[in-house]
């Protein structure tokens, strides 16, 4: 299929993207890698009237260390980038494992971190990341800038706290502490498949973070294992049951727990 008509504008800075943006009378959607947007166009499951192309926008193309230790990613950073940089398997060992999940080298190599963080498939690791590693997701819209920890971000299937006129500049990923052990496991069909079930977890000497993904309608920050069955809510599709949705996502918050208390060491 092919998508519906549409206008396109590629900004050369983000003040040029907002104004677009902000325009009421027009639906715009923003174009990061479109790994994610073109498909659905094409389906005519999204029918924006113009597409805002970030392709232009230097100021958003970054990868790096802040002050307070935390990975900063700008918007137009793609998943390749992410898994080429050594400071962030070194770093963020649990967010690196997770994003070779994501596709194919193909996909990686247009698909970008932020763009996938507000598309939110809840099958997706990216949001399952962000939740495990208590990232902070920063937009930009006509009021200036605001900060949403991961926590209030994801809402519901495809659903974000953006309000009209926002866009996603940014994802920081606290690093972290001393001490942590990590594991990220999923179920998919193949390698490269959107998960059928997933988890993501980060054990830290103050806090544990345990997030089942695939299995309701935004991921799951979780205590321990034992929340899993109650609290996961899988649908029926033709790939899996929910009932062996539920199954699987108990084994692996099991499993993933272990790992991740072993690797902190005990």
């Known amino acids: 299929m092919k998508p519906a008509s549409f206008d ?5 800075t983000l003040a040029e993207a907002l104004e677009l943006l902000g325009d009421d009378a027009v639906e715009s959607r923003v174009l990061a890698g479109g790994q994610s947007l073109v498909p659905m166009m094409n389906f005519r499951l999204a029918v924006p009237e113009a597409l805002v192309d970030l392709r232009r926008i230097e100021e958003l193309r970054y ?9 900063e990613v700008g918007a137009r950073t793609t998943q390749a980038e992410l898994l080429r940089d050594p400071a962030v398997a070194a770093g963020w060992p649990l967010l ?4 070779t999940h994501v596709g194919h080298p193909q996909v990686r190599s247009r698909g970008t971190v932020c763009g996938s963080l507000a598309h939110h498939d809840p099958h997706g690791e990216l949001p399952a990341l962000a939740l495990a590693l208590g990232a902070t997701i920063t937009v930009a819209g006509p009021d200036g800038r605001r900060r949403i920890a991961a926590e ?7 659903e974000v706290a953006l309000e009209s006129g926002e866009m996603v500049v940014e994802a920081r990923f606290p690093a972290p502490p001393a001490g942590s052990g990590w594991s ?3 179920i998919a069909r193949r390698h490269g498949d959107f998960a059928l079930v997933g988890v993501a977890c980060l054990v830290a000497p103050a806090e544990t973070r345990l997030v089942v993904f695939g299995a309701a309608e935004r991921p799951l920050l979780l205590a321990d294992p034992g929340e899993v069955a109650a609290a996961v ?6 790939h899996a049951s929910a009932e062996y949705r539920r199954q699987v996502a108990v084994q692996l918050a099991g499993e993933a727990l272990a790992e991740a208390r072993e690797r902190a060491g005990g």
Not at 152 to 157: A, M, T
């Open 152 to 158: 209030d971000f994801f809402v519901s299937f495809y």
């Open 63 to 71: 990868l790096r260390t802040g002050a307070d230790g935390a990975l």
């Open 184 to 186: 990220f496991r999923e």
């Open 8 to 12: 396109y504008h590629a900004p050369a």
């Open 233 to 238: 809510r899988p649908l029926d599709d033709l």
């Open 96 to 99: 690196h494992a997770g994003v």
